[in-house]
């Protein structure tokens, strides 16, 4: 069964190709067109649940704001870590901006759950972008040297504008490329709204 989510998008830039261009080549990057903020994540989706998270979606509405990073976030830990983002907790003009968000997003994702039936989360909304993951397969030996060299990757200051949500799900056609960035997309965006 594919999974669903909420987030926003992220319109693929050239930040993106020269970050991922500095990271290992045997990380997985993401494909451009797949970059995005998650807020709420569904799992599965019954599918007749799909017109009502439209309608909350089109009621959303959050003004414009651009957000910055300049660092890595290793989820789930760095000793485990199974996705490579960029970390943008810290990336608000102001400490006030920074809690409306916050409490906007918890609100929202609140909301979607509830309309998509779905478990709910309790954990503290965390803004990242994943932008590579690992292989499925890689030894522990070999995931601690890829940290030590990705943290050795100079990141430049990241501008992200967040003014677009959507409803995605997984791409029909889900193929992987082993290196550099994905010819091929993960996910799909079934619906899309600008803010």
């Not at 960029?86 to 916050?102: A, I, P």
């Not at 993951?133 to 030996?141: A, D, M, Q, V």
């Not at 943290?151 to 995605?168: A, E, F, N, V, W």
């Not at 490329?177 to 803010?195: A, D, L």
Request: aromatic share 12%; glycine share 4%.
């Amino acid at each position: 069964m594919a999974n669903w989510f909420v987030a926003f998008k992220i319109p693929p830039e050239k930040w993106f190709q020269e970050l991922v261009q500095q990271l290992p080549a045997d990380l997985k990057a993401f494909h451009p067109e797949d970059l995005h903020l998650t807020i709420a994540f569904l799992g599965g989706l019954n599918l007749h649940l799909k017109s009502a998270i439209f309608d909350l979606l089109q009621k959303f509405y959050l003004d414009p704001l651009t957000i910055t990073s300049s660092k890595f976030l290793f989820l789930p830990s760095e000793k485990k870590y199974s996705a490579i983002c960029l970390d943008f907790r810290q990336g608000f003009e102001s400490v006030g901006l920074h809690d409306l968000f916050m409490e906007t997003m918890h609100a929202i994702r609140n909301e979607i759950l509830i309309v998509a039936q779905a478990e709910q989360d309790m954990r503290n909304f965390l803004p990242h972008i994943t932008v590579a993951r690992p292989g499925r397969n890689i030894s522990s030996k070999d995931r601690h040297s890829m940290l030590l060299k990705i943290k050795q990757t100079s990141i430049p200051q990241i501008r992200i504008r967040l003014d677009t949500i959507g409803l995605y799900t997984w791409d029909d056609d889900r193929r992987t490329n082993s290196r550099g960035i994905s010819n091929f997309r993960q996910f799909k965006t079934v619906f899309e709204k600008q803010m």
